[in-house]
């Protein structure tokens, strides 16, 4: 059997529930996403410097959730298992610039089904290729049309700036039919790099940032956390314009709105790795007379479980393809568990092509299994040399290799930054090390662990059809 249902089989396919809101209607669904946004970073998450009082009361209106991780630590493939309920590797989405291949089926595509008009606005939405391809890239585009989304959605914007989002909003309400639920996908540019050191009037003190372990304390780091900072505010101001053009143009009685980072920050340890800074983002859901205010979580949640946990909130059932998992019964307070792991990969980055000066910034490829106690990373290009994605040039990195070349970084951080070739498998004990900065494979004393998570790491890549070899022999 094919590994993709038709889109007719799959329209067959779908069994239609009951609605599962109160008033007998299919909910409207909005998804916010920031980019590049770790989940410490917030308020509500107990950042004791930040100013996100929109995010803040936002969450406490809804629900929580302290252990979502994205699929992966990147921008396409990480959006990709969120709109298609399956890992990037199975999506074959491990080329930055691919579009998504045309037989995989989407959330907004399914929603349609039920009779949703959906949408797509503001910044790059990132699964319909490069937005300036070359012109080779360009020709077989168009030969073959693999550019999709103007089929799969019924509005699409696909990069406005960030001074028109009310007006975006506004655009695909007016095109709404009032009688039909809708679906809203609604991205924003911050707090991406390059970080703006004016984003806000009150810009933050970098000598107030609290500094993350994983990360030495050199004033350039604090320089460039406070414009990330910045940039993160600016966004809470945003995400209040949305709520507000949804309170004028749909009400929000029968709305699930979920906001959410599509992957980490772009500092050392963070966007590009399979650390938790790199995958653990925000994630807060509001559904009023279906989600109980003020709650919270520490359920391991995967950016796979999106697509059907909004699925099943429709009445639809999620295609048997989709490997994520609906945690509609947490959300609704009928269940306290749902996953006992997740995992994460890290494919290609950007548009450039390989040469012999490549670093891990642009191509690294690697997976990563995390329970609520232990992660394993199995590096497969360990021979690349670690470059932090997008802010390689910033002050904090600059000053990081200063300090590694002149010998005074402390030892954590010259393993964690300047090993090479780097360790194939890596594991931690995240009680222990919440930081991941002791690698404890290799060590007889972690036999078990590392062998228990090799095989859950290696039974989900041969369930994805994984391209990289397996961890253990077969």
Partial sequence: MSNSLSRRDLAASLLAAAPLSASGDPPNIVLILSDDHSRPHMGVFGDPVIRTPNLDRFAREGMRFDRMFTSAPQCVPSRTALLTGRSPVAARMGRFSSPLPPDIV??????????????????????????????????????????????????????????????????????????????????????????????????????????????????????????????????????????????????????????????????????????????????????????????????????????????????????????????????????????????AARLAHGNSPYTPQTRASTFDLSRCVRTRRHKMIYNCTPQQEYWPVDSGNDPGWQQMLAAHKGGTLRPEHERAYFTRPRPVLELYDLEKDPSELNNLAGKPESAGAEREMLAIMQEKMILDYDFLPVPLAE
Wanted: net charge neutral.
């Fill in 106 to 343: 989407t959330l907004p595509e399914l929603l349609r089904t039920r009779g949703y008009f959906t949408g797509i606005c503001r910044r790059n939405f990132h699964l319909d290729g490069p937005a300036n391809p070359g012109d080779v890239t360009r020709a077989a585009f168009d030969e073959y049309g693999l550019r999709t989304f103007d089929k799969r959605v019924d509005y699409l914007d696909r990069n406005s700036p960030r001074a028109q989002t009310r007006e975006k909003i506004n655009g695909f309400f007016d095109q709404r039919p009032k009688d039909r639920p809708f679906f809203l996908w609604v991205n924003f540019n911050d707090p991406h790099h390059v970080w703006d050191k004016n984003a806000i009037p009150d810009p933050y003190d970098p000598a107030r940032i609290p500094v993350p372990a994983h990360l030495p304390d050199l004033p350039g780091v604090r320089d460039d956390l406070s414009r990330y900072y910045n940039e993160i505010t600016r966004m809470d101001q945003e995400f209040q314009w949305v709520l507000h053009a949804l309170d004028e143009r749909a009400g929000g009685s029968n709305t699930i709105i979920v906001f959410m980072g599509d992957n980490g920050h772009a500092f050392p340890h963070g966007k590009g790795s399979l650390y938790d800074p790199g995958l653990n983002v925000p994630l807060l859901v509001r559904w009023p007379g279906q989600v109980k205010p003020d709650r919270a979580s520490s359920e391991l949640i995967s950016g796979e479980d999106i697509t059907p946990t909004l699925l099943e909130a429709t009445g639809i059932q999620p295609p048997r393809e989709m490997s994520g998992r609906s945690f509609l019964k947490l959300l609704r307070g009928e269940t306290s568990r749902h996953r006992d792991h997740i995992f």
